[in-house]
């Protein structure tokens, strides 16, 4: 088995100048139910195997309820109590009258929010000498429909798009700060997520995209990039047609081109060489159904597909392993993301 990889190797990873192995990242995406499932032997199991990159979330805003002794510190403004629901019935509605945006927009969290960044602080120390890369998650879209709903959303950005990007506008000045936080703290990289898709296409129009939420992450991209540091985005599903945008916006690494919603051949031949690739293993399909042997197999296959010359990619789970995943198939992956060469 290799040894971990260095924070140099890594931006060689990232920066597509070539790197033997790829960077493991994501590769112990324990699902909802897999901890319980499995215990300590899951626990034995993740020791054996490194992570090549610090990846620490700083302490975000809630959604309805604050996770501090802050009340205020989340992004609603009300009392949600009696709110609707939605996302599998855990956030609230945040704003679900239009005419409220001004309150909503006065209510905005504080990024400087004393002791956000405590556990960052505490966490990088234990970097040892390891690429940093500095998370938060629900960047745009997922953070709109956070706010609205999606069947909300969905109405939203043909009927009332210019107040969609008031929020964006003001979702980029809070990330900025918390961007220039996490500089400050010598990281490397931002990673974020945006679930952009669904299983055969965009969440939106390309249309929608390129007037919306383009100029975001043209924005909030590039000044990521002035900082100093990459910038990362996960976002589940079929984002084919939305992948020119994301490489002209700046994005220099992509999760996990879904294995079944997005054509792995096809992905490296038109955008391969132009962004980096943190290649997710399939966990809907082929960690729980598959045999070991098959596993190791695909595993080997995507390092051919994504790895050409050595350059532009990183591996990953595509998404939390499920709790009906043989423990062997959970080996077997990790055995062979780690085969040396």
């Not at 490194?50 to 959604?63: A, K, L």
């Not at 510190?73 to 709110?83: T, V």
């Not at 999760?255 to 962004?275: A, L, N």
Request: hydrophobic residues 35%; charged residues 25%; proline residues 5%.
């Amino acid at each position: 088995m290799r040894k971990v990889l260095s924070r140099q190797e890594v931006i060689d990873a990232v920066e597509r100048r070539g790197c033997k192995n790829p960077p493991a990242f994501l590769h112990k995406f324990w699902g909802m139910g897999l901890q319980e499932k499995y215990g300590e032997q899951l626990n034995k199991l993740a020791d054996l195997y490194p992570d090549d990159i610090c990846s620490i979330f700083y302490t975000e805003p809630g959604y309805d309820v604050s996770p501090t002794q802050n009340p205020e510190y989340r992004f609603g403004f009300k009392d949600y109590r009696n709110a609707e629901r939605h996302s599998i019935g855990e956030s609230a509605v945040l704003l679900d009258d239009w005419s409220e945006l001004d309150q909503f927009l006065a209510h905005f969290p504080n990024p400087s929010e004393p002791g956000n960044f405590d556990v960052v602080q505490e966490a990088a120390k234990k970097a040892d000498g390891r690429y940093k890369l500095g998370c938060f998650w629900r960047l745009f879209h997922e953070r709109f429909w956070s706010v609205r709903g999606m069947e909300n959303l969905m109405y939203d950005y043909y009927d009332e798009m210019d107040n969609l990007k008031l929020i964006g506008k003001r979702l980029v000045e809070f990330y900025k700060v918390i961007i220039d936080k996490f500089a400050a703290a010598g990281f490397d990289g931002i990673f974020t997520s945006d679930d952009l898709g669904h299983q055969h296409g965009p969440m939106m129009s390309p249309e929608i995209f390129r007037e919306l939420y383009f100029p975001l992450y043209q924005e909030i991209i590039g000044y990521t990039h002035e900082r100093g540091m990459h910038f990362w985005l996960h976002s589940c599903g079929d984002n084919t047609l939305l992948m020119d945008d994301l490489i002209e916006a700046g994005l220099d690494v992509f999760h996990p081109v879904q294995k079944g919603c997005m054509d792995g051949q096809e992905t490296v031949r038109r955008f391969g060489g132009r962004i980096t690739f943190l290649a997710g293993i399939d966990v809907q399909y082929l960690m729980p159904n598959a045999s070991a042997d098959q596993v190791r197999q695909e595993i080997r296959q995507m390092k051919k597909l994504f790895n050409v010359d050595g350059k532009g990619m990183l591996l990953a789970m595509g998404n939390g392993i499920m709790p009906d995943t043989p423990l062997e198939n959970i080996k077997a992956a990790l055995d062979t993301i780690f085969e040396e060469g």
